[in-house]
């Protein structure tokens, strides 16, 4: 097949962007990249990233996170794959420089609270789906 072969479709690589799976696939690279960082980073905002790690497992791994909406699992996603790497290297850019450890963890701090935020999101519509599914039972069928 040739370049501009138009006999087979183009695939992307990767899970789609905006699903729980694409979440996962970014947190993989982001543990090892943590595990890397060693002692270049305060131990606070490396607590920080750890916690925001576990946010994301928990996301991942919660069968009630596909009822999240894409833009949350968007947000997640480039949590891992962006925003947290992007803080760290401005970080390490700038450690020298006064207060840049304080802006850090508060940096780390808001987007660890948007993390906590979105795996709990994620319990709640767990919580909504059933009540939900409830009602339209109790509608249904009714109490006979």
């Not at 850090?104 to 919580?127: D, F, H, P, W, Y």
């Amino acid at each position: 097949m040739g370049w501009f072969s138009r006999d087979e479709p183009q695939r992307p690589s990767g899970p789609t962007p905006g699903t729980v799976e694409a979440v996962g696939a970014a947190l993989v690279p982001y543990v090892r990249w943590l595990r890397s960082l060693g002692s270049q980073v305060p131990g606070r905002a490396m607590v920080l990233c750890r916690l925001i790690g576990d946010h994301l497992e928990d996301v991942v791994g919660d069968p009630s996170a596909k009822l999240l909406d894409v833009q949350t699992l968007v947000t997640l996603e480039r949590t891992a794959s962006a925003h947290v790497p992007d803080t760290i290297n401005a970080y390490l850019a700038a450690r020298g420089v006064s207060g840049a450890q304080d802006m850090l963890i508060r940096q780390l701090t808001t987007i660890e609270g948007v993390a906590a935020s979105a795996a709990k999101r994620s319990i709640e519509s767990a919580r909504d789906a059933l009540e939900i599914q409830g009602a339209f039972l109790e509608e249904k069928f009714g109490h006979g």
